[in-house]
C-alpha cells in the first residue's frame, strides 16, 4: 500500500512558530524532505527522524523523491519554508500527480503554515494590516516584464506589498530596480517601507525606511520586504524602536 | 507592573492549526480576549483559562480592555482569527499605544498565524502558488471605490486573488459585483475559482467552479473565496474532488 505524502509549511523555521499538525506530521513521517537549508534546521528539532535533502533548483527531483518513496509504503513529509502553498511545492506536486498516472494511489494532504509576509509583519509591527499583495522578485520563472507589470499594479490599486527573494547573488540590483519601478507607478519617495532578515532564526534583523531609503539597501536573499501603502506610517514604538502602520480601513 | 499583552492569530480555530507559540501564550496569559466566535471555539481548547469576549465591530472597545488588564498587571492575550496582522488586530493596538501615553509601558508581542488565503488554499490544491493579493469585501471600514479599484488592479497585474469577507447580511450581493468588475476588468469568465468555508472546522465545504459560476454563488461570512490567475487550472484529483493548479512560474 502506498504511503501518504504530507506537504507541510514549516513557517520561518523555528520550532514554536510551526503548527501543532506540521509538528504532528513531521513525528509521523518515516522521512522528511526538503531543502537543504531547511531540512539542517529541523535536523535540530526533530534528531531522531530521517532526513534527505536535495539542493536549490532541484524541486522537481526533489518532488519525486517524495512520490518514490511513498509508492514504498512510507509516509513523507515534504517540508517547505512559510506555507506550502506560497511559491511552495503544493503546486509541482498536485501537477506530477496529475501527470503521471502511476503515482495515482499516493495521497497528498497540505498543511498549511505561517508564511514571511505574516512572520515578518509580526517583527514590523502592521505593515500589511489592510489589503496587500505578495511578489516575488526572482525571475527564475517568471518573466521580468511579468514582475514589472505586477509591481505597477499593486501601486496603483494602493496595495500594501511584501517582497519575497529581494535578491541573490545574480539578481544584486533587483530590489533596486523594484523600488524604481514602484516610484514610477506613482509611490510617494517618503512611503513606509521595510525589511526583516532571518525571520524567528538567529540574527533577525528588521530596518524601517523610507521607499527612497530602502532603494540603495542592499538585502539578501534571506530578506522579506515590506511596502506599506499610500495611508501607511512610521511610528515609534515604546523602545523607540520605528514600526510600520498600516491601519485596518480608511475611516478609522 | 505592567502585563504583557500578546497579539495572537489563532489561525482559523482548530488547535492542530495554531503555531506553538500561540498555544505557549494562551497558556501563560491570565486572560484571554476576542470576539465572541473566537473565544467560543477556543474555551473548548482551553478550558481552565479565563476567557471575555466582546462582540463585532467593537474592535476598540476590545483593545482597550487588553490595556487597562494589562496596567492592573495582567498578561494578556488578544486573540484574532488567522493572522494578527491580517485585518487583525496589530494596528489598532500599536494605534492606541501610539495615541495614549498612559499605555506606554505596557509591551506589545504579535504572533503570527495562519491566515485564510493559505489554510483555504491547502483545502482547494494550489490556487495562490504564485503573486497573489489578499482583498477584503468588507465596506465597513473601507469606501467601496477603493475595493473596486483594488479588483481591476489584481486583475490587471494577472495577480492570483484571496477575497475575505465576501458576503454578510447587509452584503448579500457583494460576491456578484466584485465578480462583475474582475471581468470588466478583463478576467475569463471560465478563470478557475472557488470557495471555502468553516475552514479547519466542523462543516469544511470546499467548492470549484468557473468566475461565471462563482457570479451565482451563495457564500456567507465565514467563507474565503479564491481566483486564480490567467494561468490557473481546474484539474482532478485522486478522489475526483476538482482543485485549483496555479503554477509556480511561467516557463513550468
Given at each position: 500500500m502506498s504511503g501518504k505524502i504530507y506537504i507541510v509549511g514549516i513557517g520561518p523555521g523555528a520550532y514554536e512558530k510551526m503548527t501543532v499538525e506540521a509538528v504532528e506530521a513531521i513525528k509521523k513521517s518515516d522521512i522528511i524532505i526538503g531543502y537543504t537549508v531547511y531540512v539542517d534546521l529541523l535536523k535540530n528539532t526533530f534528531p531522531e527522524k530521517t532526513f534527505e535533502s536535495t539542493p536549490m533548483k532541484q524541486e522537481i527531483e526533489r518532488c519525486r523523491l517524495c512520490f518514490d518513496y511513498a509508492l514504498n509504503g512510507k509516509n513523507v513529509s515534504l517540508v517547505c519554508s512559510g506555507d506550502a502553498g506560497v511559491y511552495g511545492m503544493a503546486s509541482p506536486m498536485f501537477q506530477l500527480k496529475a501527470e503521471n498516472s502511476e503515482y495515482s494511489s499516493v495521497a497528498l494532504c497540505v498543511i498549511p503554515g505561517v508564511t514571511a509576509a505574516t512572520s515578518g509583519s509580526a517583527v514590523l509591527g502592521a505593515p500589511l494590516n489592510h489589503d496587500f499583495c505578495i511578489i516575488s522578485l526572482s525571475d527564475l520563472?517568471?518573466?521580468?516584464?511579468?514582475?514589472?507589470?505586477?509591481?505597477?499594479?499593486?501601486?496603483?490599486?494602493?496595495?500594501?506589498?511584501?517582497?519575497?527573494?529581494?535578491?541573490?547573488?545574480?539578481?544584486?540590483?533587483?530590489?533596486?530596480?523594484?523600488?524604481?519601478?514602484?516610484?514610477?507607478?506613482?509611490?510617494?519617495?517618503?512611503r513606509a517601507t521595510g525589511f526583516v532578515e532571518n525571520i524567528g532564526r538567529n540574527g533577525t534583523k528588521a530596518v524601517v525606511c523610507t521607499l527612497s531609503e530602502l532603494m540603495e539597501k542592499d538585502v539578501n536573499m534571506f530578506t522579506t520586504v515590506f511596502i506599506g501603502n499610500s495611508q501607511s506610517e512610521i511610528i515609534f514604538s515604546e523602545s523607540n524602536e520605528p514600526i510600520i502602520l498600516t491601519k485596518r480601513g480608511y475611516r478609522v
Open positions: 520563472l517568471t518573466p521580468w516584464e511579468v514582475i514589472e507589470k505586477r509591481l505597477t499594479a499593486a501601486i496603483q490599486g494602493d496595495f500594501a506589498i511584501a517582497l519575497y527573494n529581494p535578491s541573490s547573488h545574480k539578481r544584486k540590483d533587483y530590489l533596486k530596480k523594484a523600488c524604481s519601478i514602484m516610484l514610477n507607478a506613482g509611490a510617494d519617495k517618503n
